[in-house]
């Protein structure tokens, strides 16, 4: 006999919107699979606008940019906009690989904030990980140029190597005065999957769908970018707020395991006040530790 779970309406604080697939990188341990042939999706910049509204209309306080690499979608930036004209914050999570003089400007603007990944003080390493010669120097130039500017600014070191200088890494952030700084270990999901093996969900920090939902370039919503295989419904098809408010959701909540004797958070997680998410997006919530 079938176990039936009761759907229960949710009013995430926080929306993750995976506008695109594509990116310059191609990170060995990206839960995405995103790189350079990826693509937008089937989500138009009209549907995205819709998810945005519907979540305003739902009291959710931001909404995240993220990818793939954010800024490769043409309508980045109009999405902010159209996000901040409904008093919902943003935050675009980029790469930092390219950013064009003029989208400074859109970055430092009243309510955005802006976070990115970093691997380590050498670029050798650095590049490794992205798989994209000069990523650390360019990434690194854009960090210190965000800082200058004054533009809020987190950081998400993820140990992928063995002997990764993920300490040097955190301790050279800090001398370009970054501030927010968080680590977590490799999650064997996406490219970082381990060979033969199907998505794992206790590979997830335990708090997915907690506190934010993510929407994926297919338009699919899933409990956040990291649980993607986990569908309950798609935007182009149903609200947001049905979605939430569906059996399908539940059920996702439900196969999601609690951690640490009924917390729903990893015992290596310490979560914070504000969101549920998890890293590598790297919320305000968990905290993650690793061996070092």
Request: overall charge negative; charged content about 25%.
């Amino acid at each position: 006999m079938s176990t039936v779970v009761e759907s229960t309406a949710t009013t995430p604080k926080v929306v993750e919107l995976e506008i695109t697939g594509a990116c310059q990188l191609q990170c060995t341990q990206c839960f995405a699979e995103s790189g350079p042939h990826g693509t937008h999706g089937a989500m138009t910049a009209d549907d995205w606008r819709r998810v945005i509204s519907d979540a305003a209309a739902l009291g959710v306080r931001e909404v995240q940019l993220i990818g793939g690499e954010p800024t490769m979608h043409p309508a980045w930036a109009e999405l902010v906009d159209h996000a901040l004209c409904l008093g919902i914050g943003v935050e675009v999570y980029s790469n930092l690989f390219h950013i064009k003089p003029g989208w400074w400007s859109v970055l430092a603007r009243e309510g955005v904030k802006l976070a990115t990944s970093y691997y380590s003080d050498r670029a050798e390493e650095h590049d490794a990980i992205t798989t994209r010669p000069g990523s650390y120097e360019r990434t690194r130039a854009h960090i210190a140029e965000a800082v200058r500017r004054g533009i809020p600014l987190r950081v998400g070191i993820v140990s992928v190597l063995r002997g990764q200088r993920v300490a040097e890494a955190r301790r050279e952030l800090e001398a370009l005065g970054v501030t927010q700084i968080r680590t977590d270990r490799t999650r064997h999901l996406g490219r970082a999957s381990l060979p033969g093996t199907e998505a794992d969900a206790t590979e997830l920090c335990g708090r997915c769908g907690h506190g934010q939902v993510a929407v994926l370039p297919s338009g699919e919503v899933t409990p956040c970018v990291m649980s993607r295989w986990l569908v309950t419904g798609n935007v182009r098809k149903s609200g947001l707020a049905a979605i939430l408010g569906g059996e399908s959701w539940a059920e996702a909540l439900h196969a999601i395991p609690a951690r640490a004797d009924g917390n729903s958070c990893d015992p290596d997680c310490k979560p914070a006040s504000d969101s549920g998410d998890c890293s590598p997006a790297e919320r305000d919530a968990c905290d993650p530790k690793y061996d070092e």
